[in-house]
């Protein structure tokens, strides 16, 4: 799915608040991951040369397909902070190779603002944010939506899509209102593969890597994202890159995610990103499955600083 993707079917990494910084993206990235996303930036932080914001955006090396995803209310202003993304980019001071826009945050804060899955209830200014900011950011723009903010309109919000010029869609098959755990919809993914001629990238409810295959096949969808089932395990893109194979890799075992979760530290270290809050957060994560879990989840709760949860993990 060129000129995003390059892999015959790639499987990405899902942006995803408060986990997917650059040294978790360049680990699922090494297991197979074919591209990622950054977490949703805020475009008026963007405009406002916000210092965290910006140190979001900058430059780690990532080589991969890595999109910045943007979020905002005001077509005007995510059209300015996507021209200076585009900017930071032709500079090399970021390694995006795309925007992707956030038509899909349910979050009360994002959607009382008027952004996120609240823009999906007027299509058209889908489609004016899209357009605006093909012409600005003079890189490819794609779209991640939800099937709806109250009604589910996502025919016409992907038709719409199409039409100002994105690049790519992505769909999150639940409505605003169906948060993260009602049973995906796969069927309204294959309808809008059907009714666009843009690759679509199918997300939601792939909990094991064989549903990435089960998805392809469902909906005929040109990508698969991967969210909370790569949390903790970036070793899950090789296993279902393998399932696409019919091929069966083991999970990680709890000193390879030990392992693992060190390399995330020593990769958050060289690229100058280290934080204890994306630290610990990760730390839980990577702790799922190990034995007794609620008792080590406090000992990792108890840790105060990242040489303690380094010392726990070693
Ligand atoms: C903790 C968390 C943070 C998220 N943050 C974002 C985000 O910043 N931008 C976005 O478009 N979606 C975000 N999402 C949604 C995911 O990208 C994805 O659409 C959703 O989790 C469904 O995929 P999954 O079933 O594979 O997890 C987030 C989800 C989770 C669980």
Redesign the pocket.
Known sequence: MDPLFSDTFPIVL???????DAPFRMLCAKYGASGA?T??ISASAVIRKNKQTLGMLQSRGEKYQLGA?L?GSKTEEIANAAAMVGGMCSRGACDAKFI?L?F??PARKVVLAGAGSAILATPKKCGEIIEACVKKAGMPITA?IRLGYKSRNYLEVAKTIESAGASAICV?A?TKDEG?GAK?DWDAIAEVKNSVNIPVIG?????GPEDVLRMKARTGCDAA???????GNPFFFSRAKAALFGKEIPDATVEQKKKLFLDYLSLAEKCGCLDFGYAKAHAFEFARGFKGAAAERGKISRCKTLDEIRKYFS
């Open positions: 899902a942006p995803m608040a408060g986990y997917t996303y977490e949703l995803q979020f992707d956030n899909g945050c991640k999150h639940r993260f995906a997300n939601g409810g792939i909990s994202m991967v969210g909370r089932a790569a949390l």
